[in-house]
């Protein structure tokens, strides 16, 4: 009947775009709003979460891990697995960070984050430095509001 | 003559697109399989004797109940190392968070054990083979983001067709 195809033709096409899109979405680039003020003033320099700014995460970057001290990124927090935060990498592997008491050699494969805001920021400071796999991808614009749309280098 | 050679190419162009939608939506679908329900991985090394052969075995992980949350002690993982995020080892859950895990440090030498508290958010996994195995007696507890499976089924070699279990057989 009329309808029946209309609805399984619908429902194909929905499917297909939908597949498409998780795919483009792991693959290639994702748009994630940034909560909090850790990252201030590079990200929310103002406290008011209707004009949190989204930011574009692509993730070809995780093809080989190669990051550079400086890069913004999202990853998994050690801790709660299903949380993610957004900070920026302040040392890669094999180099040394002075926290507040001593001085700490980062390890192959794990990398220091810490936040720009770094006084309300939960980072390595407390967590210690991260492992590389658990990076989800690289902020590289902000794309929303429009009067703060930039590129992040 | 010129309007027959224009829609050969008209008619090449369109198969040529037909074919190129095609590649990437079967490319798309393949992506979603192995990155959200079930994945093929090639193990070999010697950590997992006598569950894995150190010559090599073709296995089906899922991705399913590490995205639940429903890991278990015994269940045979894939996991990227923390040493290197490029490497995916694959090991046993021995404890969850919270567990305190018992573990002779370095069976080769010494008969030292230590004892150690699982934190939040983290497994303890070790190979079935201790005396060859960089596990998390070497790398400490491994941070769950890290885990990419849980192994299922071996479909190589074909005598050894079977689950992989969460006890040693």
Redesign the interface.
Known sequence: MGIQNLLWQVTKKAF?GG??G??IS??CCSVVPVRGDSMSPTFNPQRNSYLDDYVLVEKFCLQ??KFARGDVVVF??????RDRYIKRIVGLPGEWISSSRDVIRV????CWVEGDNKASSLDSRTFGP??????RGRVTNVVWPPQRVSKIG | MASSSSSFWNIAYQQATKSGVLV??V???L??TT??LLFPAYAFGPSMIPTLHPSGNVVFAERISTRARKLNRGDVVVL???????KTPIKRVVGLEGDCVSFVVDPEKTDESKTIVV????VWVQGDYTHNSRDSRIFGPL????IQGRVLWRVWPFQDFGPIGPTTT
């Open positions: 297909t597949i498409i998780l795919t792991d693959r080989d891990y998994s927090s050690p801790t709660h697995y390890p192959e494969g794990h991260i492992p590389l796999g658990l990076i | 990437a939506k490319y798309c679908f992506h979603v990155t959200h990227q190392s923390p040493e290197d995020p490029n934190p939040k958010g983290h941070p769950y983001g890290l």
